[in-house]
């Protein structure tokens, strides 16, 4: 049953009403909910604080006689003192309550060993220290296992829903059954289900866990079990699918997972383990550790917080029906080792490495949550005794930087990889591969591994003395042999014709093959008075030539003889048979050929096969030529190949270094009959070392070795530079040779030089391979240089070593300090400054100045300017200012050897605009608005302090309608719809306590003028005509209107101009030349352009002129006037979702008509989703991305005043 914890206030001691006379504190928020923090006094001094949780414990319900503990991380200063309690007990008993602290992880911990039902509560931790306390409460709930019975009468009285008590006593049908309680030769439960749940790839390691051999009638007996099975879960569900078996997930957790349809979505789903029902809840965040996820028809179930006890046989049960079993097995296994750091850069190899206290096969790698396997990307490693896993993240990239951890059984570490950018890369082109490894664990791991493979050695040995021992013991024990009685009944779970089939290897029997824990899965004792076999024959491995022993041990003594291939044995020349007692030995000095043995004795039999073979072994040639040393370069492909000859049951394994080779990723392993090949692709400097190849057959291993050389440009020169000697005229420096020299000997080292505050390196020369030092002489005093040094082998050159600091040639000089910083002016957005140059240089020169700056009451200076950007003259304009915030500055000189002594620190300025008059910036004075537009007048002024600003219209206030913008700089006068009363003289006043300023602008609302009236022609004088209008009926109503007068003769049959701002209404138009006809046109302009013309009268024309005929016909003049019409239509189009689209049709007409475009009778020409052209009569419609909503029907009509055209297509738009 479960104990419920009886929730109380939760309110801290000292804050209840009764603590109102004792504790008086000021309630403060913590970050962390739940939390409740009392401060004692009003204001904290600096650097105090008052204490608070930054992480609190957490609910915890937990079964009876469990571990249970809570943790918490406490902050404050100075440090908090924590102390627990409960609310309905006390926690002074130390055999019961303990609390702990880890001052690493600043973590303090309660604990409770051996939970009982009675310390199910609401526990409370208090973090105080001189300035307040912080209060956190949390649960514990408790449940109980088993029933007892002084609690029966206590649970007969209780008030709990019947229903609730049954499922809590529920147990599952299957429960799987101690060794102690089962009878010799059943059959544990357990093995059927995992066999009715299991894959068929698992039934043989099932099988062997359990001591089954016959897997024919295993077969038979479990489809008997699934067909019942089936038929009991058809009555609960349609289906079930993907039986995923338990495992441990990269979080930590364990979880399994089935898809079920039920029949009924309300039945109810129970949880079991080993047989006892494990409460589970379906809310995540629950303190419950076992968690139920349904997602649709999957159900996945999940164990958090793993422990030891948690292995077991896990089963989903709906109502009474099983339907998936499932066993947890979780190995004792730890970290010795655990993962480092690693710190890698671009293009260079990763490596993980971790030592397990046992023996693992395969443990599971996960890089950022993903699992990790053996590809191009990561090599994962094993070594010889299972004890050494490795990781390798080849070629590294930034995007590989995270967290990697490694999984084995429930146990897990982690370390960060963090993924340097390459600094010698050049920009825009990808860096080389490198060949260097970073990481590793940083201790001897094979040392360390020897050490604990030994511990383990000794300890199996004991195990099998122990049990060896207890054998003997056993045997000793035994009754002695008595009359002759009936054989003894079959074990149960086998068939009664195991009973009467012979011994060991002779067995035929159907039924399975029982072991029995504690003795050699081999042997089966028989106790019976009659003689038996305790100890048979089996099949023997022997070498050839060399002597062998076969061992047959009876129940009692008794003679018997032994057989080769059916004719028997005795004792000669190279075989000595022999008995002591119950046992009976045959030994064959010298093995020549396999051959069946057997030994009879009575009504019994037992015999082995004897199989002589040789040690597998290499050809003295073929082992001379592979042990020679490959040699290859980066990145070419390394092989090696050894023959042997051929042989059955041969075992062929690499080693690189003692650790095993597998095929896959970089690496191709070929096995033939005859000889076998190893291909490593892509070699880097890693792969180098030593190859071998191991070939075993059960008779023994044969071993050859070779060296695998990879050459490639050495490592940069191991550092740091060292400085031997430096004075005014000479630097030398000092390196150590590279780690790794690329295979081959360095032959040179190569320097180059960098003046610091330079970007250009200088080569110095080269000194021989086997000299690690270098004087540079060419160097000026008191300068700073910096160096970086290559080593160079027949593979080409290494990355550098670059010096960490720049090295001054001499002692330091620094220059005096400059005067102090003058303040030119300042404003809200800079600040100018001027200062003198020092008084005294030190006979140094200097390259320029750094410039600080400190706010008020700050203690900090900040540089504006970098050493190696010096301000170059004595003045400066900082602009790095915020508004209103008073600065003060100080000046350093820089010489070549850095900057000098600061000067005394300026007076403190403000940085604010200077008071000032208001001030109009670049105002304009006339504008021109077309009626019904709206009027934007924009003033920019200057002021400080910020100025009221009016506006008035012709003296008088504006309007309601008209609005006044004011911004920070700027004002703005808006009439949103113009008309022509809104013309007038706009004043604008800024006023602020300096002064007052005024500017006028005059705003002209006005359209196109009409056109003049008609005009009349007359000539006064021989050569002179007066051209005079009627004047445009807009000329009273713009002063700025005037005249433009346009003549047009036969002769060049040109329209010019003749008189242009004419305020009159005639002008005399001169060089009027008879015999030619002329034109003349009037215009009316004003500031929004020109009226349509008044044309006057033909002046010249002869009304006497006969008309010339052409051949009889007229001739008339040419008309290009006609309506619209379509060229080329729309076509149709089917584009797919996403793809541009182009629709196009050709238009003609004269004059040029108008074309519009629609969808679906709707007109898109202003939407922004088309792009729509029309070049001189093509029209063209652009779709950049058609969408489903774009399909319907397209339609362009071309309209011009003769009529108009039209023509129409469908779009549909594919998915």
């Known amino acids: 049953m479960i104990k419920r914890s009886k929730e109380t206030d939760g309110t801290a001691t000292g804050q209840g009403p009764a603590a109102d006379n004792f504790d008086v504190g000021i309630k403060k928020k913590s970050k962390v909910p739940g939390v409740m923090i009392t401060q004692f006094i009003e204001t904290l001094p600096e650097g105090k604080s008052h204490p608070d949780f930054t992480r609190k414990p957490i609910a915890l319900t937990i079964q009876e006689g469990k571990f249970a503990f809570f943790k918490a991380i406490v902050v404050g200063d100075p440090k908090p003192t924590v102390t627990w309690s409960r609310n309905n007990g006390d926690v002074s008993d130390t055999s019961r309550y303990q609390?702990?602290?880890?001052?690493?992880?600043?973590?303090?911990?309660?604990?409770?060993?051996?939970?009982s039902a009675d310390q199910a509560d609401t526990y409370k931790c208090f973090a105080t220290n001189e300035y307040g306390k912080a209060m956190v409460t949390v649960l514990l709930n408790v449940i109980e296992v088993g029933f007892k019975k002084d609690k029966a009468s206590k649970q007969a009285s209780e008030s709990i829903d019947g229903n609730f008590k049954t499922v809590l006593t529920r147990r599952s049908k299957v429960r799987p059954k101690i060794e102690d309680e089962r009878k010799e030769g059943e059959i544990n439960p357990k093995f059927w289900e995992l066999l009715i749940s299991a894959n068929k790839k698992d039934y043989e390691s099932i099988c062997a866990e359990f001591g089954v051999t016959d897997f024919r009638w295993m077969l038979k007996k479990l489809n008997e079990m699934k067909k019942e099975r089936e038929e009991e879960q058809a009555e609960f569900v349609k289906s079930i699918t993907n039986l995923k078996p338990i495992h441990v997930n990269v979080d930590g957790t364990a979880s399994f997972e089935i898809d079920m349809d039920l029949i009924d979505p309300s039945s109810r789903i129970f949880l079991y383990k080993d047989g006892e029902m494990v409460p589970y809840t379906k809310e995540l965040g629950e303190s419950m550790r076992h968690n139920l996820n349904v997602i649709g028809r999957k159900y996945i179930f999940s164990v958090r917080d793993l422990l030891p006890d948690d292995a077991g046989l896990y089963q989903v049960d709906v109502e009474d029906v099983n339907m998936f079993s499932t066993d947890f097995k979780i190995p004792t296994v730890d970290f010795l080792v655990k993962l480092q750091e690693v710190k890698a850069t671009e293009r260079e190899d990763a490596v993980f490495e971790c030592v397990l206290s046992n023996p693992f096969s395969k443990i599971m790698w996960f890089g950022k949550n993903l699992p990790l396997e053996q590809g191009d990307k990561y090599d994962i490693e094993v070594s010889e005794d299972k004890l050494i896993h490795r990781l390798v993240v080849k070629d590294c990239m930034v995007v590989d930087k995270g967290i990697y951890s490694a999984c084995a059984g429930i146990k897990s570490c982690n370390a960060w990889l963090i993924v340097e950018a390459d600094k010698d890369a050049q920009k825009g082109k990808k860096s080389a591969r490198k060949t260097t490894r970073a990481g590793g664990a940083g201790v001897d791991l094979h040392k360390i591994a020897e050490v604990q493979h030994a511990k383990l050695e000794k300890e199996r040995d004991e195990r099998k003395e122990q049990i060896k021992v207890a054998e003997e013991a056993a045997a000793?024990?035994?009754?002695?042999p008595t009359a002759p009685s009936a054989p003894a009944k079959a074990p149960a779970g086998i068939p009664p014709e195991a009973s009467k089939a012979p011994q060991q290897g002779l067995s035929k029997a159907d039924g399975p093959a029982i072991s029995v824990m504690g003795s050699n899965p081999q042997v089966v004792d028989v106790v019976s008075c009659e003689p038996g076999i305790v100890s048979g024959l089996t099949d023997t491995y022997a070498l050839r030539g060399q002597?062998?022993?076969?061992?047959?041990?009876?129940?009692?003594?008794?003679?018997?003889?032994?057989?080769?291939?059916?004719?028997?044995?005795?004792?000669?020349?190279?075989?000595?048979?022999?008995?002591?007692?119950?046992?009976?030995?045959?030994?064959?000095?010298?093995?020549?050929?396999?051959?069946?043995?057997?030994?009879?004795?009575?009504?019994?039999?037992?015999?082995?096969?004897?199989?002589?073979?040789?040690?597998?072994?290499?050809?003295?040639?073929?082992?001379?030529?592979?042990?020679?040393?490959?040699?290859?370069?980066?990145?070419?492909?390394?092989?090696?190949?050894?023959?042997?000859p051929p042989q059955e049951s041969l075992e062929i394994r690499w080693y690189k270094d003692g650790n095993e080779v597998k095929d896959g990723g970089g690496v191709k392993i070929v096995k033939e009959s005859n000889h076998s090949r190893l291909l490593l692709r892509d070699c880097l400097r890693t792969d180098a070392g030593e190859i071998k190849i191991q070939i075993k057959n059960p008779f023994g291993v044969v071993e050859a070795t070779s060296q695998l050389i990879v050459l490639d440009r050495p490592g940069p020169p191991d550092g740091p530079v060292e400085i031997a000697e430096t004075s005014s005229s000479v630097i030398e420096i000092e390196w150590k040779p590279p780690k790794d020299d690329g295979g081959s000997a360095v032959t040179n080292y190569i320097i180059e030089r960098q003046p610091s505050g330079q970007s250009l390196w200088t080569k110095l020369g080269d000194v021989s391979g086997d000299k690690t030092t270098y004087r540079d002489r060419n160097v000026t005093h008191g300068k700073k240089y910096n160096y970086r040094i290559y080593a160079e082998n027949p593979e080409g050159l290494s990355d550098a070593l670059y010096t960490t600091d720049s090295i001054m040639a001499g002692i330091m000089i620094l220059s005096g300090p400059p005067g102090t910083p003058k303040v030119v002016s300042a404003s809200k957005t800079c600040i100018n400054l001027t200062w003198a140059p020092p008084e005294d240089d030190r006979g140094v020169p200097i390259t320029g100045y750094q410039l600080e700056k400190r706010k008020k009451d700050a203690h900090q200076w900040i540089a504006l300017n970098p050493l190696n950007e010096p301000i170059e003259g004595e003045s400066y304009a900082v602009k790095d200012v915020t508004e209103g915030t008073e600065y003060e500055f100080r000046v350093l000189a820089i010489n070549e050897s850095g900057a000098g002594d600061p000067s005394p620190a300026s007076e403190m300025v403000c940085a604010k605009n200077p008071n000032m008059r208001p001030c109009f910036k670049d105002p304009e004075d006339f504008i021109v608005v077309r009626a019904g537009n709206s009027v934007r007048v924009k003033i920019n002024y200057e002021a400080e302090p910020p100025p009221e600003i009016t506006w008035l219209k012709d003296d008088e206030p504006i309007s309601p309608w008209i609005k006044v913008i004011n911004t920070e700089g700027m004002s703005q006068l808006v009439i949103p719809s113009s008309k022509h009363s809104d013309s007038a003289i706009y004043t604008i006043k800024a006023k602020n306590s300096v002064g007052e300023t005024t500017f006028d602008i005059e705003v002209r609302v006005t359209d196109e003028p009409k056109s003049p009236g008609p005009v009349e022609l007359e000539q006064t004088i021989d050569?002179?005509?007066?051209?005079?209008?009627?004047?445009?009926?807009?000329?009273?109503?713009?002063?700025?209107?005037?005249?433009?007068?346009?003549?047009?003769?036969?002769?060049?049959?040109?329209?010019?101009?003749?008189?242009?701002?004419?305020?009159?209404?005639?002008?005399?138009?001169?060089?009027?030349?008879?015999?030619?006809?002329?034109?003349?046109?009037?215009?009316?302009?004003?500031?929004?352009?020109?009226?349509?013309?008044?044309?006057?009268?033909?002046?010249?024309?002869?009304?006497?002129?006969?008309?010339?005929?052409?051949?009889?016909?007229?001739?008339?003049?040419?008309?290009?006037?006609?309506?619209?019409?379509?060229?080329?239509?729309?076509?149709?189009?089917t584009p797919p979702k996403g793809y541009q689209l182009y629709m196009t049709c050709a238009v003609r007409g004269c004059p040029t008509p108008t074309v519009n475009w629609y969808l679906d009778d709707m007109c898109i020409n202003l939407d922004n989703n088309y792009y729509i052209t029309n070049s001189f009569g093509v029209c063209s419609l652009h779709i950049l991305r058609v969408r489903p909503k774009d399909s319907g029907e397209y339609k362009v009509v071309a309209e011009n005043s003769f009529g108009k055209a039209e023509c129409s297509t469908k779009l549909a738009v594919r998915d």
Request: aromatic share 10%.
């Open 547 to 644: 002597p062998t022993d076969l061992l047959v041990k009876m129940n009692i003594d008794c003679d018997g003889a032994w057989f080769k291939d059916g004719e028997q044995l005795t004792s000669k020349a190279g075989i000595n048979i022999s008995k002591d007692g119950n046992c009976h030995k045959l030994t064959i000095q010298s093995c020549g050929d396999s051959g069946v043995y057997c030994f009879a004795s009575g009504g019994h039999s037992t015999q082995g096969k004897v199989i002589v073979g040789d040690v597998p072994e290499f050809d003295p040639d073929d082992l001379y030529k592979f042990s020679k040393p490959v040699i290859v370069r980066v990145g070419q492909n390394a092989a090696f190949k050894m023959p042997f």
């Open 1023 to 1133: 050569g002179r005509v007066v051209i005079s209008w009627a004047p445009s009926p807009d000329q009273e109503l713009d002063d700025r209107l005037y005249y433009v007068v346009t003549e047009h003769d036969s002769n060049t049959r040109v329209w010019k101009t003749i008189a242009d701002r004419l305020f009159s209404n005639t002008h005399t138009a001169n060089n009027i030349l008879s015999g030619r006809e002329y034109h003349f046109r009037i215009y009316a302009k004003n500031d929004m352009g020109l009226s349509d013309p008044s044309n006057s009268p033909t002046w010249g024309f002869n009304n006497n002129k006969v008309q010339m005929m052409s051949n009889g016909v007229s001739s008339t003049e040419l008309n290009f006037e006609r309506p619209p019409s379509i060229l080329v239509p729309l076509k149709v189009h």
């Open 476 to 480: 000793a024990a035994q009754p002695p």
């Open 99 to 115: 609390t702990k602290y880890d001052p690493n992880s600043n973590e303090h911990t309660f604990e409770m060993a051996n939970v």
